[in-house]
């Protein structure tokens, strides 16, 4: 175990499986003036709640956005701007 990192697994909101953070795609809850939007953090430097999806995978946030998973992982109610998200540019440039 010495010198060995071990990564924190996280649960795809779109899937449900779980996977090694390296294998994730972040997505963060930005509340500004705008109201509440979704966006990629591709850095992971972004402040707020996480949601994550299986990186590069469009079925998963397909699967996400269809049961209106962003709401249950960020824990909101009110609606969710997901246009950056749904962007599919975006979510090519996750696979890389
Ligand atoms: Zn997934």
New binding site residues.
Partial sequence: MKGQSIQPLRT?I??R?RRGQSEMARLVLVDDEGGLSVKWDFRRRLAGRGAW??RG?GE?LAAALKKKAFNRAFKVSRPLDLKEVETPQVINTAAT
């Fill in positions: 795809c779109g899937c499986a999806l299986c995978s998963c």
